[in-house]
């Protein structure tokens, strides 16, 4: 009798930080998949609230004792980590008609260099279409709440990260520099 393949996608990205978008596309994913792996993009080109090394760590404990989902970090091009990982797909998340543009591009120029590989896109859940990490940032930077939109575990890290930031450059809650 054969032996029943596993289906694992790997869904990349730079988390930073991990929203409650990307958790619920985590387990949407865990519905068609058999395993997720979470892969913490250190080469983004973006500048980081958090290292890769405190998005893994974030992540990993969203998402502790849960079996089918893997997370850890990754550099270079994702066509080569894929298949390092006993994989072919690639999990990507939409929001809206922008997002398609750009992951569209994405996954043609993954095909061209690896046609084995294959994409799959989910929608996010209603609940998360206008929030990004990006979003999440901002607001986070100048004082605004964002309870609810990422996960209980990694609020508290974000809320003081931002508090370091804007002591670090004498800003108070308002987001208003002071004059001194």
Avoid: C
């Amino acid at each position: 009798m054969a032996q029943k393949l596993e289906r694992v996608a790997v869904y990349p990205g730079t988390f930073d930080p991990f929203t409650n978008g990307h958790l619920s596309l985590v387990r949407r994913g865990l519905e068609v998949f058999d395993k997720v792996i979470v892969a913490v993009a250190k080469d983004s080109g973006k500048n980081p609230l958090f290292t890769l090394d405190e998005r893994v760590e974030m992540i990993r404990e969203v998402f502790r004792g849960q079996l089918r989902v893997e997370v850890e970090g990754f550099s270079g091009l994702l066509v080569e980590y894929v298949p390092s990982k006993g994989a072919n797909t690639i999990l990507r998340g939409l929001r809206a008609v922008s997002d398609f543009e750009y992951e569209f591009q994405m996954a043609l120029m993954n095909r061209k260099l690896k046609p084995s590989i294959h994409s799959v896109f989910m929608m996010t859940d209603y609940r998360w279409l206008y929030i990004s990490s990006t979003i999440i940032k901002d607001v986070a930077r100048l004082g605004g709440v964002v309870e609810g939109l990422v996960p209980e575990s990694i609020l508290a890290r974000v809320v003081a990260r931002m508090d370091e930031k804007r002591s670090a450059l004498a800003l108070p809650a308002s987001g208003e520099p002071k004059l001194t």
